[in-house]
């Protein structure tokens, strides 16, 4: 069992927008702006699209949006696109470990 | 631009020993933690450990200290990752990664990953 929660599945149709989200605790997601999210194509290496809850590296188009909301971040993809299927994980600095949280990860579907 | 290329996929059997690579460049390599990372369909993603190149400063996940063998060469900008008698539950990808952030929390670069697969 991941430390951080996510839901197992999403999906949308193409135009639409999903938001996926990221549950820890007091102690990561809650206390500390330290949240990122990550894509992750099958086979391919996992890729950053935010980090500090709400930046998007250069690289990253502005149809992904970060936020967080008590103990709980979130990721919206507007515009969903054919290229935004694969799996999405987010990520929380901790007080209590070395290295951060991991979320089980999230696969979306576009329909 | 940013690179970690890794070594090639491993297909090893249980008790022998292995070390996998992975290369920076586009940045001063020495400056950044490298972070490494399995994964396993049942175990999703799990840390492994980090280094400083330019001290070898490392630290273990507590589940993998004393499996693994983290370390780095500054001279041509490489970091390790080594078994000494491996495990069929050692089967996984293998990914480096650096390492950035205030309290080292964001994983910006990432290598292609390298297979690992361990079996009698």
């Known amino acids: 069992q991941s430390a951080l929660t996510q839901p197992a599945s999403v999906s949308g149709s193409p135009g639409q927008s999903i938001t996926i989200s990221c549950t820890g605790t007091?102690?990561?997601?809650?206390?500390?702006?330290?949240v990122s999210w990550y894509h992750q194509y099958p086979g391919k290496a996992p890729k950053l699209i935010i980090y500090?809850?709400?930046n998007r590296p250069s690289w990253v188009s502005n149809r992904f949006t970060g936020s967080k909301s008590g103990n709980t971040a979130s990721l919206t993809i507007s515009g969903l696109q054919a290229e935004d299927e694969g799996d999405y994980y987010c990520t929380s600095y901790t007080t209590i470990s070395t290295f951060v949280l991991f979320g089980g990860g999230t696969k979306v579907t576009v329909l | 631009e940013v690179q970690l290329v890794q070594s090639g996929t491993e297909v090893k059997k249980p008790g022998e020993s292995l070390k996998i690579s992975c290369g920076g460049s586009g940045y001063t390599f020495s400056n950044y933690w490298v972070a490494w990372v399995r994964q396993t369909p049942g175990r999703g993603l799990e840390w492994i450990g980090i280094?400083?190149?330019?001290?070898?400063?490392?630290r273990y996940s507590p589940s993998l200290q004393g499996q693994v063998t983290i370390s780095a060469d500054r001279s041509i900008d490489t970091a390790y990752l080594q078994w000494s008698s491996l495990k069929s539950s050692d089967t996984a990808i293998y990914y480096c990664?650096?390492?950035?952030?205030?309290?080292?929390?964001?994983?910006?670069?990432w290598g292609q990953g390298t297979l690992v697969t361990v079996s009698p």
């Open positions: 500090d809850v709400n």
């Open positions: 280094i400083y190149p330019r001290d070898s400063d490392t």
């Open positions: 007091s102690n990561d997601v809650g206390g500390y702006d330290y």
């Open positions: 990664a650096r390492l950035v952030g205030q309290h080292l929390d964001t994983l910006d670069h």
